[in-house]
């Protein structure tokens, strides 16, 4: 199938999961991930009505970004400090942030530009070794001191990358783990934080993010088709 033919249907899978849970399908947001895809296989997934795209790595954003039509950036995986500086005029939204430290560099880089950045709060709820993010019993001493001390930057919520498994289902648990605390900063917002994303479910366990509560999912391979690391831009 074509990038659009397979848009049209994750959106309707999208939807269905979503009225199975007695959610609306449109307040969730489809981000595309395009990981190793060029910049005309993203051109080609905004013609067919893409809005956010979201990118791994930092190098990536910027080979393809004067490439790319408007649209909106979001910036997936992990960031290393010294990598904020190229894209923090660049990205919508930072879905990894896994330490003061590096929230400490955003907020620095977010200032020299006049700007205050949208970040989420990644959330290792499985407490995997091999994955970035911090347990959900770090979760709010992190939230408190970034808003104590950064004020360039604005907390919109929580992000998650649940274990593979080969029953999605299994990744429920881990994704009802977060859920629980972005529930309690959404009904509190204040200076500095104002949760509008729960960035939760990829390609093989969306369905079950979205009955979890996410409102935000991040899909390469079910739009794109498998990576190709030898085409990039």
């Known amino acids: 199938m074509s990038i659009k033919e397979n848009?049209?249907?994750?959106?309707?899978?999208?939807?269905?999961?979503?009225?199975?849970?007695?959610?609306?399908g449109s307040e969730i947001?489809?981000?595309?991930?395009?990981?190793?895809h060029p910049a005309s296989d993203i051109n080609e997934a905004i013609d067919a009505g893409i809005t956010d795209i979201g990118e791994n790595k930092v190098q990536e954003i910027l080979d393809k970004y004067d490439e790319v039509k408007p649209v909106r950036w979001h910036m997936i995986g992990h960031l290393q400090t010294n990598k904020v500086k190229y894209i923090i005029d660049k990205v919508s939204l930072i879905h990894s942030v896994d330490s003061y430290k590096l929230a400490e560099e955003i907020n620095k880089r977010a200032a020299q530009h006049g700007i205050v950045m949208d970040i989420l709060i990644q959330v290792n709820s499985a407490m995997e070794e091999s994955k970035f993010g911090i347990t959900t019993d770090e979760t709010d001493s992190l939230i408190e001191e970034i808003l104590k001390n950064c004020?360039?930057?604005r907390?919109?919520?929580?992000?998650?990358?649940?274990?593979?498994?080969?029953?999605?289902?299994?990744?429920?648990?881990?994704?009802?783990?977060?859920?629980?605390?972005y529930d309690r900063y959404a009904d509190a917002p204040r200076e500095g934080l104002d949760f509008k994303?729960?960035?939760?479910?990829?390609?093989?366990?969306?369905?079950?993010?979205?009955?979890?509560?996410?409102?935000?999912?991040?899909?390469g391979t079910?739009?794109?088709?498998?990576?190709?690391y030898n085409k990039i831009v």
């Open 29 to 36: 947001l489809l981000c595309a991930v395009t990981k190793t």
């Open 197 to 219: 994303y729960l960035s939760m479910g990829m390609s093989n366990d969306f369905e079950t993010a979205i009955a979890e509560g996410s409102n935000l999912i991040r899909i």
């Open 151 to 153: 004020p360039n930057i």
């Open 222 to 228: 079910a739009i794109f088709g498998a990576r190709n």
């Open 155 to 181: 907390i919109r919520g929580l992000m998650c990358i649940a274990p593979f498994a080969e029953n999605p289902g299994d990744a429920a648990k881990y994704f009802r783990a977060v859920k629980e605390i």
């Open 7 to 24: 848009i049209e249907k994750i959106n309707s899978v999208k939807n269905a999961a979503a009225r199975r849970a007695g959610r609306d």
